[in-house]
């Protein structure tokens, strides 16, 4: 970013906070960082080996701009110096949150397992034991053609690896996705 483009955001960014309902001059604000944005958003995952859809990055990059935005009260500080360490913090903190929810797993219990026809989950569940979920993810899995597999995997590990090997439209890809991520985190919260 060059010292003219960061005047240029550093007014904006004054604007914007003296009048918060100036949503044109924040909007013109994210227009002229994004690409810079994207980089660092982008530069975060690759340090942690994830490659999640461009989709996925954009979504992350407005957040983390309307975070940076709203905290930025110190003019001493260059905006890059902020921006970078306030996305730093949020990425961090989204990630700790996701293992937070995706975690710890609960037991299935008999009536919940009648109740919806999985005799076969209950059985596994009965035996309260990760080893007994993961087997019934793996035997879920080996049912699957290799495409589905893949996207299978995907959902369990919550990654977009194969999405670029798979060469599907991404809608696609992330419905398919998302029906998985459900049926999988449905089995994990009852074990």
Aim: net charge negative.
């Amino acid at each position: 970013m060059t010292r003219e483009v960061q005047e240029q955001c550093r007014d904006l960014l004054c604007r914007y906070q003296e009048d918060l309902s100036n949503i044109e001059v924040r909007n013109k604000l994210f227009l002229i960082m994004l690409p810079t944005l994207m980089k660092w958003v982008s530069a975060w995952y690759v340090r942690r080996q994830s490659y999640p859809a461009k989709e996925e990055i954009l979504s992350d990059t407005w957040d983390c701009f309307l975070y940076c935005v709203d905290r930025y009260s110190d003019w001493n500080v260059p905006l890059p110096s902020h921006f970078t360490r306030y996305i730093n913090w949020f990425l961090n903190d989204k990630e700790n949150k996701i293992r937070k929810v995706n975690g710890p797993m609960v037991r299935i219990t008999d009536d919940y397992s009648n109740e919806y026809g999985m005799e076969d989950v209950g059985d596994i569940a009965a035996s309260g034991s990760i080893i007994g979920a993961s087997s019934f993810l793996g035997e879920l899995r080996s049912g699957l053609d290799l495409e589905n597999q893949a996207i299978f995997d995907d959902a369990l590990t919550n990654s977009t690896v194969n999405k670029q090997r798979l060469g599907m439209p991404a809608q696609k890809y992330l419905a398919i996705k998302a029906t998985y991520r459900k049926m999988i985190t449905f089995f994990l919260e009852k074990v």
